[in-house]
């Protein structure tokens, strides 16, 4: 089985550096088409889903290969090798940004760069450390999830998304996660929100811009706050937008920041 045809691949740009475009939990690539598009003229950009979302290929799904997020870091890291080329940074979503973690982890010096878009290292709360919900309010979340996953979908989505004002995104949102398989999307809930990647992103070397919503259900803005203070060489931008996809929601306010961090890879291949 082809790498393209697992993760349904998608390359455009044809820029001297790749930003490597990964989703979130209950998304696709698809729902970079807000921001994506901005950059193609400048870069060569690569996106694709994650084995199990989207217009992958459901056959490659492994309970056990996927029952950690290691296996689509791995993933992740053969998809980089296969398409990318020049310096390669990656644009990560909410549980992604820890996916893409592990890929810089797994194959050190290898990234230049990672924008993490709502990331979270641990959505539990801890000793010292707000992840956002209780652990009694995440195993509520998973049983709701494993007795009526489309119901919670359809709840839970509108919440995520937030932008009020844009209705549309939100259906957008809620039929994404309506058209994933239930047992894979249940496997990588649980995967998601019981991990704790801490010691994964402590002193992460490669330069990292994180965007963090001012409002956000799924990652508080005391968790980008944390990940400013352990990630060395990171910058911080909250964007004002209520909801967990600004990617999305506020496009622009993300472009915007996402130039700016860029502007040396843009300057070193300039002219």
């Avoid at 496997?187 to 929100?193: E, G, K």
């Amino acid at each position: 089985m082809s790498l393209k045809h697992r993760n349904n691949v998608c390359v455009m740009g044809n820029g001297p550096t790749t930003l490597v475009f990964s989703h979130g939990f209950g998304c696709n690539q698809a729902m970079w088409s807000y921001l994506a598009p901005q950059f193609i003229d400048r870069f060569r950009v690569v996106m694709y889903d994650l084995v199990g979302a989207g217009l992958s290929d459901l056959s490659a799904y492994d309970k056990t290969k996927y029952n950690a997020l290691e296996g689509y870091a791995r993933d992740l890291n053969e998809i980089i090798d296969a398409f990318a080329i020049g310096p390669v940074i990656l644009v990560s979503h909410s549980v992604s940004a820890m996916i893409a973690t592990l890929a810089d982890r797994l194959a050190p010096g290898r990234l230049a760069a990672h924008v993490m878009i709502g990331p979270s290292p641990r959505y539990i709360d801890d000793v010292g450390y707000v992840g956002g919900f209780k652990r009694s309010d995440i195993d509520d979340l998973l049983d709701t999830l494993d007795s009526n996953y489309l119901g919670w979908s359809s709840a839970m989505a509108p919440a995520i998304m937030g932008a009020p004002g844009q209705p549309g995104l939100s259906q957008e949102l809620t039929d994404s996660f309506c058209r994933t398989e239930p047992d894979i999307a249940k496997q990588f809930a649980r995967v998601t929100f019981m991990s704790d990647n801490r010691q994964d992103v402590i002193g992460l070397a490669a330069p990292v811009l994180i965007l963090q919503s001012s409002d956000d259900l799924i990652a508080p803005v005391a968790v980008g706050e944390y990940l400013h203070s352990v990630l060395p060489n990171s910058s911080y931008c909250l964007v004002d937008n209520v909801g967990h996809c600004p990617h999305m929601s506020a496009p622009q306010a993300c472009a915007a920041a996402m130039e700016r961090f860029l502007a040396p890879w843009v300057a070193a291949h300039a002219g």
